[in-house]
């Protein structure tokens, strides 16, 4: 079983039927108006870099970095597909993302996510690499339904 996460096109069909799956999970879950999930079209932004995690060949999973200053980067559109939940796939995309982010510069990973019982393993899996709750950061407002996060690096 080998695992490989690189920098990925969103625009590949694979990688959008992914970041589809991610859309429609965020959308069952969520009020419309709180869903910060990415679009394939957002995720295509100068400032945002994609990955993709093949698992002997085939994807199954996703996510982002979103450059937001010089050294303060965003953790976006984290999302492991049903068959590979488990399997330290999304555990191996947060630990990558990390290293990417400080070799660009960062010193700091924040991110937004849901606060409902569907996130909890979300939750975890961050805390598990000592994210911490913080204030809304970026173009995020105040919401019940969110929390946010961030990790100095």
Do not use: W
């Not at 990955?51 to 559109?77: I, N």
């Amino acid at each position: 079983m080998s695992l490989l996460i690189d920098v990925s096109d969103p625009r590949d069909p694979e990688m959008t039927k992914l970041l589809q799956a991610h859309l429609d999970f965020c959308m069952s879950v969520t009020p419309p108006e709180n869903v910060y999930a990415l679009d394939v079209e957002k995720l295509l932004s100068p400032d945002i870099t994609v990955f993709g995690a093949r698992l002997d060949g085939k994807l199954v999973g996703v996510g982002a970095l979103r450059q937001l200053d010089s050294t303060h980067a965003e953790l976006k559109s984290m999302h492991t597909s049903k068959s590979a939940r488990g399997a330290g796939v999304g555990r191996s995309m947060v630990a990558h993302i990390l290293d990417f982010a400080k070799g660009q510069g960062s010193t700091r990973v924040s991110l937004e996510t849901g606060n409902f019982a569907a996130f909890e393993p979300a939750r975890n899996l961050y805390a598990s690499f000592g994210f911490v709750v913080c204030d809304v950061f970026g173009d995020y407002s105040p919401s019940p339904i969110s929390v946010c996060m961030t990790k100095y690096i």
